[in-house]
């Protein structure tokens, strides 16, 4: 029977699990399908060196008074920690504190790295990784869904929990999907290049993260001092938007020295020898234009409602927002 199936949720990023997490507290049974081998999304880290590093999303703040609760008790427990209120700026040459723009809020990070807040988000749930949905088509009352690697799946409702392009990608053309893949459609988004920098030997900078007006950089942080153990200094440098999109093919080594020398312009003559540096690109990072959907929620398919919605994500640089429940008001820095 149809109302036997769960809702399928598309994508493991912290929208997907905040919705997820919502309806399976409901009562409802849930599935999340993730394509890639972690969750998380764009608030991503790695371990490199022997230290963690966030080359995605950098920090959340929280506007919602649900989520910020949440936060005190991960904090509680030694998983969150308030990271920030001011931060930097440079701009024509020099580094100031804070500035017009600085809003003053609480920037929260995680010392095992941003996929924490996902990871206590996926707890309880039941999310196959390494599963990509390559199609949707509406059925009798339900939802059929088509996978990599080989697979069907039946869900009694669907949710995209995906940057709108790949959202775009799989709704464009399906019956009952019309509007919000028109609607995702209207999303902009600018790349991005991310370089972590090592710096065993240096002495950590006295800020934690530095606006940068002007390209290449837009965004430079000071990863170590989100670790309560590090292992020397560690910068994450994110590119600007224009830059990345002209220098998005470049040879890594070639796009990896030109961050690196921005940074020294930036932290000092000091930053321009790492010991060693590792990078990331990604071709939508941060939305900067129409930013309409945080996920695509669609109910029974043919001769159930038929009834489809786009909601608006939350506030803020990247929105983790754009799901029904507190956790799902996070606006994330992905610089």
Do not use: N
């Not at 995702?184 to 240096?202: F, M």
Request: glycine fraction near 12%; aromatic fraction near 6%; charge should be positive.
């Amino acid at each position: 029977m149809p109302s036997r199936q769960p809702v399928v949720v598309v994508g493991a990023g912290v929208s997907g699990l905040a919705c997820a997490r919502v309806l399976a507290d409901s009562g409802l049974p849930v599935v999340v399908l993730e394509r890639s081998a972690g969750v998380g999304g764009r608030m991503a880290s790695r371990r490199v060196d022997g230290t963690v590093a966030d080359h995605g999303a950098q920090y959340v703040t929280a506007s919602d008074p649900g989520f910020a609760a949440l936060l005190r008790r991960l904090a509680a427990t030694g998983l969150a920690e308030p990271w920030a209120t001011r931060l930097h700026r440079f701009d024509r040459g020099r580094l100031s504190s804070g500035g017009a723009a600085e809003s003053g809020r609480v920037r929260w990070a995680f010392p095992e790295g941003m996929p924490t807040l996902a990871k206590h988000l996926a707890r309880g749930l039941t999310v196959h990784r390494q599963v990509r949905v390559t199609a949707v088509q509406p059925a009798q009352r339900s939802w059929e869904l088509v996978t990599t690697p080989a697979g069907a799946w039946a869900a009694r409702a669907l949710v995209l929990a995906l940057p709108a392009p790949q959202a775009v990608e799989l709704a464009t053309g399906v019956p009952g999907l019309e509007e919000p893949a028109g609607t995702a459609a209207r999303a902009v988004y600018d790349p991005c290049w991310a370089v972590i920098a090592g710096y065993p030997d240096a002495a950590p900078p006295t800020w934690r993260g530095v606006f940068v007006g002007g390209e290449p950089l837009s965004f430079l942080a000071h990863d170590s001092s989100k670790r309560h153990d590090p292992a020397g200094t560690v910068l994450v440098a994110h590119a600007g938007g224009a830059w990345t999109r002209a220098h998005y093919d470049d040879e890594p080594d070639e796009a990896v020295g030109a961050l690196v020398a921005a940074t020294a312009r930036v932290a000092g003559r000091w930053a321009a020898e790492p010991a060693w540096t590792s990078h990331q690109r990604s071709r939508a990072s941060l939305g900067t234009g129409p930013h309409p959907v945080g996920t695509v929620t669609v109910g029974a398919g043919h001769g159930g409602a038929g009834r489809s919605t786009a909601r608006a994500p939350s506030s803020g640089p990247v929105s983790a927002g754009g799901v029904a429940g507190p956790a799902a008001s996070a606006a994330t820095r992905w610089a």
